[in-house]
Nanobody, 120 residues
Framework: QVQLVESGGGLVQAGGSLRLSCAAS????MGWFRQAPGKGRAFVAA????????TYADSVKGRFTIFRDNAKNTMYLQMNSLKPEDTAVYYC?????????????????WGQGTQVTVSS
């Protein structure tokens, strides 16, 4: 069983930045998904264990960066130029694969989520 622990959410003004962290052990691809009120869970970004492959949703390309420090068993999502539409609960997930999939069914393990709120 893989335990995922997210941190770093909060309230920020539009145009601001936040960094989310997810601590997890094991050689897994890691991803971020988000769920806004009244909407389904949507893919944000993913990175494989070596860091050689990353994928991003079109809506966050150029603003968000996913990276990991395997020595610290931690994966990060740096979020810049935040917009009100980025407001959501952000979930960390782990997948037993060498790629960086964008679909939630590929991920076996999930964190509890952390709230990100962007005010206009």
């Amino acid at each position: 069983q893989v335990q995922l622990v997210e941190s770093g959410g909060g309230l920020v003004q539009a145009g601001g930045s936040l960094r989310l962290s997810c601590a997890a052990s094991g050689r897994y691809t890691m991803g971020w998904f988000r769920q806004a009120p009244g909407k389904g869970r949507a893919f944000v970004a993913a990175i494989n264990w070596s860091g050689s492959t990353t994928t991003y949703a079109d809506s966050v390309k150029g603003r968000f960066t996913i990276f990991r420090d395997n020595a610290k068993n931690t994966m990060y999502l740096q979020m810049n130029s935040l917009k009100p539409e980025d407001t959501a609960v952000y979930y960390c997930a782990a997948a037993p694969t060498t790629s960086a999939p964008t679909t939630s069914v590929r991920y076996n393990y999930w964190g509890q989520g952390t709230q990100v709120t962007v005010s206009s």
